[in-house]
């Protein structure tokens, strides 16, 4: 079955930078939209960031110009680089995974990685 393991969180300063990271396995991942997605105690699972199959990303408008998504398909591998990081960028990351051909919805997710951002 597909898998997604996230890593890369951690604790930053406002104003630093860091790039998450996720491993797929078990599926046509150079066939597959991938997305990041961020959740906060309390809040709703918001998106993030999105990178087609074919190499288009679109970005939510909180972190348009800060983060920028990648993927390389011969790692199977999706990034998110974060630079000026603020407080309320502080969350739960999530990436997510879709085969456009076949489904609509986020069939596959990671488990989160923890991404701190201290004032």
């Known amino acids: 079955q597909v898998q997604l393991v996230e890593s890369g969180g951690g604790l930053v300063q406002a104003g630093g930078s860091l790039r998450v990271s996720c491993a797929v396995s078990?599926?046509?991942?150079?066939?597959?939209?991938m997305a990041w997605f961020r959740q906060t105690p309390g809040k709703e699972r918001e998106f993030v960031a999105v990178?087609?199959?074919?190499?288009?990303?679109t970005y939510s408008t909180d972190v348009k110009g800060r983060f920028t998504i990648s993927r390389d398909n011969a790692k199977n591998t999706v990034y998110l680089q974060m630079v000026s990081l603020k407080p309320e960028d502080t969350a739960v990351y999530y990436c997510?995974?879709?085969?456009?051909?076949?489904?609509?919805?986020?069939?596959?997710w990671g488990q989160g990685t923890q991404v701190t951002v201290s004032s």
């Open positions: 997510a995974g879709r085969n456009p051909f076949h489904s609509y919805e986020y069939d596959y």
């Open positions: 990178i087609s199959w074919s190499g288009g990303s």
């Open positions: 078990g599926g046509t991942f150079d066939r597959f939209d």
